[in-house]
């Protein structure tokens, strides 16, 4: 497109993001309340983040008369390549640096839009749908806090028993998270949704993008929304588990410590811990259904391998919920 006058001409794209109403998702306490992106954006409230990390433009917020919202936004130029050890350090890090600035003052957003009860909303709906009566059903399973009944693998039967355990936990720690050290989450911060690029001084910057499940959260709890995110969808190898823990939970205490946070690590990591494990609410139950159809596929076998993991994470977790002060 050019300037009359100017033969100069510059090459430039828009996105078209279409947000459906939803009567399900209609109240700002749903985790994923259908208009917070678009209130997000219209605040304004995003485009003044630290740490440098920044979003798209939001061009124009356009109401339609079909119950549908178009997000005319910036295209931001990214360079798909698959991840690399260093870009999880350095995206790990940069999230602890922009948390520790609201950790030090920063103000948190006042908007009602803004969740603060994230993970207990999503839980909810974790249970909701895990007991939904169109999941294939299987025979009733013994009173054990679960709703189906255990596949007859030894493996799985001690997965589901550390589950029924973790569950029992839950309320506790949902308390403890909503206890933490306070700050702003983004709460589906993974590869996808962070774009890194470089500016012309060859620095690597942070753009993050989709921000529906923005939320004021506690401390670790993205972080280990992030480690259980990468390692649900493959995009870390699972035989290198322990280190790719270790890479984000250290990047992410030195992001906090380079922005002055210095407080106690033990609430970050239990934010962390907990974060993850929690998953295992969803994805134990999504396992059982997999072992039911093919126990030896790798997909099965990779589910019951993170489970596992997510699992011993609990156990840490619950741990550190008794022996660190959460006031």
């Given at each position: 497109?050019?300037?009359?006058?100017?033969?100069?001409?510059?090459?430039?794209?828009?996105?078209?993001?279409?947000?459906?109403?939803?009567?399900?998702?209609?109240?700002?306490?749903?985790?994923?309340?259908?208009?917070?992106?678009?209130?997000?954006?219209?605040?304004?409230?995003?485009?003044?983040?630290?740490?440098?990390?920044?979003?798209?433009?939001?061009?124009?917020?356009?109401?339609?008369?079909?119950?549908?919202?178009?997000?005319?936004?910036?295209?931001?130029?990214?360079?798909?390549?698959?991840?690399?050890?260093?870009?999880?350090?350095?995206?790990?890090?940069?999230?602890?640096?922009?948390?520790?600035?609201?950790?030090?003052?920063?103000?948190?957003?006042?908007?009602?839009?803004?969740?603060?009860?994230?993970?207990?909303?999503?839980?909810?709906?974790?249970?909701?749908?895990?007991?939904?009566?169109?999941?294939?059903?299987?025979?009733?399973?013994?009173?054990?806090?679960?709703?189906?009944?255990?596949?007859?693998?030894?493996?799985?039967?001690?997965?589901?028993?550390?589950?029924?355990?973790?569950?029992?936990?839950?309320?506790?720690?949902?308390?403890?998270?909503?206890?933490?050290?306070?700050?702003?989450?983004?709460?589906?911060?993974?590869?996808?949704?962070?774009?890194?690029?470089?500016?012309?001084?060859?620095?690597?910057?942070?753009?993050?993008?989709?921000?529906?499940?923005?939320?004021?959260?506690?401390?670790?709890?993205?972080?280990?929304?992030?480690?259980?995110?990468?390692?649900?969808?493959?995009?870390?190898?699972?035989?290198?588990?322990?280190?790719?823990?270790?890479?984000?939970?250290?990047?992410?205490?030195?992001?906090?410590r380079h922005t002055g946070w210095l407080g106690d690590e033990r609430l970050a990591?239990?934010?962390?811990?907990?974060?993850?494990?929690?998953?295992?609410?969803?994805?134990?139950?999504?396992?059982?259904?997999?072992?039911?159809?093919?126990?030896?596929?790798?997909?099965?076998?990779?589910?019951?391998?993170?489970?596992?993991?997510?699992?011993?994470?609990?156990?840490?977790?619950?741990?550190?919920?008794?022996?660190?002060?959460?006031?």
């Open positions: 497109m050019s300037d009359i006058g100017n033969e100069e001409s510059r090459a430039w794209s828009m996105i078209l993001k279409i947000v459906k109403a939803d009567v399900l998702r209609d109240d700002p306490s749903h985790y994923n309340y259908w208009k917070r992106e678009i209130l997000a954006y219209d605040s304004g409230f995003l485009h003044h983040l630290p740490a440098d990390i920044t979003v798209p433009r939001c061009l124009a917020v356009d109401q339609r008369s079909d119950d549908t919202v178009w997000l005319w936004l910036e295209d931001i130029p990214n360079d798909a390549q698959e991840w690399q050890w260093d870009d999880y350090a350095y995206a790990a890090e940069k999230l602890g640096q922009f948390q520790a600035a609201y950790l030090l003052g920063e103000p948190l957003p006042k908007f009602p839009w803004v969740n603060q009860q994230w993970m207990r909303s999503w839980i909810n709906e974790c249970y909701r749908y895990r007991d939904a009566p169109d999941v294939p059903d299987v025979p009733d399973a013994p009173d054990a806090g679960m709703s189906r009944q255990l596949v007859p693998d030894m493996k799985f039967a001690d997965l589901a028993a550390r589950l029924v355990r973790l569950e029992g936990w839950v309320e506790d720690w949902l308390a403890a998270l909503e206890r933490l050290p306070r700050t702003l989450a983004h709460q589906d911060y993974y590869e996808q949704n962070i774009l890194i690029s470089l500016n012309g001084q060859q620095e690597r910057k942070v753009v993050l993008i989709d921000w529906q499940f923005l939320s004021i959260s506690g401390i670790g709890e993205d972080l280990g929304r992030f480690f259980g995110l990468a390692l649900s969808r493959g995009n870390v190898p699972l035989e290198h588990y322990q280190k790719v823990q270790e890479l984000f939970f250290s990047s992410y205490i030195k992001g906090l990591r239990f934010g962390f811990l907990a974060s993850f494990a929690l998953r295992s609410i969803w994805e134990v139950p999504k396992l059982q259904q997999k072992l039911a159809q093919d126990a030896g596929a790798p997909e099965t076998l990779k589910l019951a391998f993170i489970a596992e993991k997510q699992l011993e994470a609990a156990e840490e977790a619950e741990e550190l919920r008794k022996i660190v002060k959460i006031v």
